[in-house]
């Protein structure tokens, strides 16, 4: 199964907002509200920032969104900051009951 | 608090085997699924399978059938997972990673580079 379709750049300025797209198919995304959103910084391991589509774990900023429409999910970080800048991976589970990461997304903020 | 703490750092030659481990503190081991993923130097997440706890069972991603195995010592908050027949190209950080709810993953191993090399 191929990965998850992810811009592989997004930048934006300190303050503006910025949505990144992921997208699936009718047997991952299209098919499930299972879609989580990492973010990793180098050298470090991932951290959860969005589950279940829309959800925002205890302690993630309420600058970070996620919706879903048919096969693409997208996160949305509004007011950027510096500290923003990172590695983003979008998740979903998929029909045959794996999981499939997407090929990740580079933001720079400049 | 909730953590993975895994092994050190492996060295291996093509077609040996190497097993990490991922001991957890701080929550019911037996309660959550495990999943284990790799990062290649310079690539992004990839998905290799996870584990019930509970009971054992396993699914794998298709790529990884057939050389991956995944256990766990419920005696002693240990998941492992053991990779063979290892090629160059299984040279990467390797973490095991926590299930919550439904399909994602809450917290994270430090990670174990695994490097292949002759």
């Not at chain 1, 996160?75 to 999981?99: K, V």
Request: glycine share 10%.
């Amino acid at each position: 199964q191929s990965a998850l379709t992810q811009p592989a750049s997004v930048s934006g300025s300190p303050g503006q907002s910025i949505t990144i797209s992921c997208t699936g198919t009718s047997t991952d995304v299209g098919a499930y509200d299972y879609v989580s959103w990492y973010q990793q910084h180098p050298g470090k391991a991932p951290k959860l920032i969005i589950y279940e589509v829309t959800n925002r774990p205890s302690g993630v900023s309420n600058r970070f969104s996620g919706s879903k429409s048919g096969y693409t999910a997208s996160l949305t970080i509004s007011g950027l900051q510096a500290d923003d800048e990172a590695d983003y991976y979008c998740s979903s589970y998929t029909s045959s009951a794996t999981l499939i990461f997407g090929g990740g997304t580079k933001l720079t903020v400049l | 608090q909730v953590q993975l703490v895994q092994s050190g750092a492996e060295v291996k030659k093509p077609g040996a085997s190497v097993t990490v481990s991922c001991k957890a503190s701080g929550y019911t081991f037996s309660g959550y699924y495990m999943h284990w993923v790799r990062q290649a130097p310079g690539q992004g997440l990839e998905w290799m399978g996870w584990i019930n706890i509970n009971s054992g069972g396993t699914d794998f991603a298709q790529k990884f059938q057939g050389r991956v195995t995944m256990t766990r010592d419920t005696s002693i908050s240990t998941a492992y997972m053991e990779l063979s027949r290892l090629r160059f190209d299984d040279t990467a950080v390797y973490y095991c990673v926590r299930n919550a709810g439904y399909y994602y993953m809450d917290v994270w191993g430090k990670g174990t580079t695994v490097t292949v090399s002759s």
